[in-house]
């Protein structure tokens, strides 16, 4: 292998509960109805298919204001703390002193760019996609496309390190080597999971011998 791209959300962050407190409030606060399917379809959208989606159950908002509403509780959060999962820091150090490294992640650019700055990260990427940067969101491979293109690897010699279904599914479709870390709230589908190349019950478990 040849790159390494790693997913955000549910790798490095331990975003989705945010996630879910912020856009469960704000459709409720805003006349919508969550449901019980909800929190497992929106992991891996894009920020307008989220943000149209939300509005879909009901909120009384436009979609462009549904997304900058949600993304500015998001940065408010963040701003206090990223919330980053055990070894996320030493692995990404170890891989990027291996191989070149990428993030494809679903957050908007925004988030993006707070959580690398906060968290000191962003020295060690060599390049990052958000899937609002690409026509599809996940699970459509765009984003990972996008990803190894910049980083200037064919997508068969690149690992990806995801941790959902629709994760799981684009950077299969892509053409990667998956690798999944199940987050334990929210564990993928097995379909999904079935498309990993390896299983590891964290990202200790990730060095650059896997490859």
């Known amino acids: 292998m040849e790159a390494c791209v790693f997913d955000l959300d549910g790798i490095l962050v331990d975003s989705e509960p945010v996630w879910e407190s912020v856009r469960r409030a704000y459709v409720a606060d805003h006349g919508g109805t969550w449901q019980p399917d909800t929190q497992s379809r929106l992991m891996g959208m894009s920020t307008s298919e989220w943000a149209s989606y939300l509005h879909s159950l009901g909120v009384r908002l436009s979609p462009p204001e549904i997304a900058r509403g949600v993304v500015d509780e998001m940065a408010a959060r963040y701003a206090d703390g990223v919330?980053?999962?055990?070894?996320?820091?030493?692995?990404?150090?170890?891989?990027?002193?291996?191989?070149?490294?990428?993030?494809?992640?679903?957050?908007?650019?925004?988030?993006?760019?707070?959580?690398?700055?906060?968290?000191?990260?962003?020295?060690?990427?060599?390049?990052?996609?958000?899937?609002?940067?690409?026509?599809?969101g996940k699970p459509a491979p765009d984003g990972y496309l996008e990803a190894a293109s910049r980083l200037g690897v064919a997508p068969d010699r690149c690992l990806a390190v995801e941790d959902s279904s629709n994760g799981l599914r684009s950077a299969h479709a892509a053409g990667m080597r998956v690798i999944a870390i199940p987050h334990p709230a929210y564990p993928p589908a097995p379909d999904a999971l079935a498309l990993a190349w390896r299983i590891l019950p964290g990202l200790d478990a990730l060095t650059p011998e896997l490859h």
């Open 83 to 136: 919330p980053l999962l055990p070894g996320a820091v030493e692995a990404v150090k170890r891989m990027a002193a291996a191989v070149p490294v990428g993030l494809a992640s679903s957050s908007p650019r925004r988030l993006i760019d707070v959580v690398l700055s906060v968290t000191g990260l962003g020295e060690y990427f060599a390049a990052t996609v958000s899937t609002e940067e690409v026509p599809r």
